[in-house]
């Protein structure tokens, strides 16, 4: 593999790998260990003593995507595994190899590397791995990824043959429910980059507030920026400790871990607020909400990476 981050790349290997030695204590039975691995997880913490083969010490965390917007990920499926970096200039590094599960321990077979064992522990979407070093121990931290950007799509099994001429839904899409009113949290609009999106909260059902989502398909590694151009609303009918309109942004359609997630409470035509984010995924969602109705706001995503989305 071509050593193209010289002081990370050979953790990153050795990371992804044993991010995804998952818990075998599923309260399923009907899972194997191997089902629960399977599928796509993004490195987001490594903390360790010392980085890379050398004795020059540094600092012992590195959060992910880093500095240089270098996102790691690894891919398992039924025995095999794919590791690759992405980064803003979508260069990727790649690792192929084998692994097998056995006594709650991950065995990495990598083509360039000896065989590696490592322990673990998941809870929910987040996989914790420890390997044990002479100078202490190597803490690894990742995230299941909803779907997998990174594959090519395949025709749906399900496809409506009674209607041949509506397109089965892709991407991020096929994840939504398109019986649900268009703009609300079970079926999100599609937006591009660039464009000033005007919109007005809808009533939630069950729910004690009113919501807006709306959705990316993006280029996983890039860089975006969210401006806030106008809230109107005078909010009359709500307390004053909740005169506020939530922004939420996801890399998943279902999923409570936050790219960013801020109360807003200032009003007004001509707003100059924003926000930078990098993109996880291949979806961003983007989702405002508030305990007053018929909030009207307007926004824009402005691609950083100077690429068309």
């Known amino acids: 593999m071509k050593k193209i981050y010289k002081h990370t790349s050979q953790a990153f290997i050795a990371l992804g790998i044993l991010l995804f030695t998952t818990s075998c204590g599923s309260d399923d039975k009907n899972d194997t260990p191997n089902e629960i691995l399977q599928g796509l997880w993004r490195l987001t913490e490594v903390k360790a003593p010392i980085i890379a083969d050398t004795s020059e010490t540094t600092d012992t965390t590195i959060t992910y995507p880093d500095s240089d917007g270098v ?3 690894i891919r398992f499926n039924a025995s095999t595994y794919d590791y690759f970096e992405v980064t803003t200039a979508d260069t990727t ?3 192929t190899g084998n692994y097998t599960l056995a006594n709650n321990e991950i065995t990495i077979l990598s083509s360039s590397e000896p065989a590696k064992n490592y322990g673990y522990t998941i809870s929910g979407r987040q996989l914790i791995m420890i390997e044990k070093k002479d100078n202490g121990e190597i803490t690894y ?6 779907g997998d950007p990174f594959m090519p799509e395949t025709p749906a099994d399900d496809e409506d043959t009674d209607n041949p001429d509506e397109e089965a839904p892709t991407g991020c899409a096929k994840y939504h429910d398109r019986n649900a009113v268009e ?3 079970l079926n999100p609009t599609l937006i591009p980059t660039g464009e000033l999106i005007a ?3 809808y009533d939630v059902e069950g729910r004690n507030g009113h919501v807006a989502r709306y959705y990316l398909q993006v280029t996983p ?3 975006f920026r969210i401006h806030v151009r106008e809230i109107s609303t005078d909010y009359k009918d709500i307390i004053s400790q909740l005169q506020y309109t939530t922004l939420s942004i996801t890399d998943a359609y279902a999923t409570d871990q936050y790219i960013l997630n801020t109360n807003i409470e200032t009003v007004g035509q001509s707003l100059l607020i924003k926000f930078d984010l990098f993109s996880t995924s ?3 969602y983007i989702e405002f909400f508030s305990y007053q109705k018929e909030v009207a706001f307007k926004f824009e995503v402005e691609n950083l990476s100077g690429t068309e989305e």
């Open 71 to 73: 996102q790691p990920y």
């Open 183 to 185: 703009g609300s949290s």
């Open 93 to 95: 590094i790649q690792e």
């Open 221 to 223: 590694g890039k860089a």
């Open 199 to 201: 919109g007005t909260l």
């Open 141 to 146: 931290f990742a995230e299941k990824v909803v």
């Open 282 to 284: 291949s979806c961003l």
